[in-house]
């Protein structure tokens, strides 16, 4: 069975900041993995979807790496600001399967 | 609408009643999952739709869970005689194809916080 762990479980830097946000799972037959963002009383935002094939993806100030094998994926946000406030969740799908399986989430605060 | 929209946002009711959550998809979005996030426990998968067709229902925690979708667009989750432990945010999200085999991302709702007193 699938778990997703993320490290830290929460995260607080000073505006400006760069951060890193790890994700691990434990079985590396995985057909992609997506971050996502979710604010306090709201659904999720999805960041970015890395392919099984790919090594990252980049978005503005995001960047996400995944390294298969090891069973790792980090979030790296460059020049943190305070609307980067929020929880970030980590979610593999498995090789043939519809089924998202999620970490706990980070919680990050930015302070200004 | 330009998003996933779930009513209602916010459900309180006693233990033992029934009760009935909605979800209308961004338009033309053939396939619809429902999630569940517990305090703790993170998010859960529950079920998924293919139109109106759900293949695999394995995910719903007991047969007191049932879901459906008609016309391909607005699907609903109705829990019945709901237990405390049924208290939780329930999600639901959509996407053009069968996401996971499309590289496609899930758009989410707001979700609704069901809360069994």
């Known amino acids: 069975k699938q778990e997703v762990t993320q490290i830290p479980a929460a995260l607080s830097v000073p505006e400006g900041e760069n951060l890193v946000l790890n994700c691990s799972f434990t079985d590396s037959a995985i057909y992609n993995l997506q971050w996502f963002r979710q604010d306090p009383g709201k659904g999720l935002t999805s960041l970015l979807l890395?392919?099984?094939?790919?090594r990252e993806q980049t978005s503005g100030r995001l960047n996400a790496s995944l390294d298969k094998s090891s069973g790792r994926s980090t979030l790296y946000i460059a020049a943190s600001q305070p609307g980067d406030s929020a929880t970030y969740l980590c979610?593999?799908?498995?090789?043939?399967?519809?089924?998202?399986?999620f970490g706990k989430g980070t919680k990050l605060s930015v302070i200004p | 609408g330009a998003g996933v929209s779930q009513s209602p946002s916010n459900k309180v009711t006693e233990k033992g009643k029934d009760v009935e959550l909605r979800c209308d998809p961004i338009?033309?979005?053939?396939?619809l999952y429902w999630y569940r996030q517990s305090l703790g426990q993170g998010l859960e998968f529950l079920i998924y739709?293919?139109?109106?067709?759900?293949?695999?229902k394995s995910g719903l925690p007991s047969d007191r869970f049932s879901a459906e979708r008609t016309g391909g667009s607005v699907s609903t989750l109705t829990i019945q005689r709901t237990q405390q432990e049924d208290s939780a945010v329930y999600l639901c999200?959509?996407?053009?194809?069968?996401?996971?085999?499309?590289?496609?991302?899930?758009?989410f709702g707001d979700g609704t916080r069901l809360s069994i007193l």
């Open positions: 979610a593999v799908s498995g090789a043939g399967s519809y089924q998202l399986t």
């Open positions: 739709f293919q139109g109106n067709s759900a293949p695999d």
């Open positions: 338009s033309g979005h053939t396939a």
């Open positions: 890395i392919q099984s094939s790919q």
């Open positions: 999200a959509s996407s053009h194809t069968l996401a996971l085999l499309s590289n496609q991302p899930q758009h």
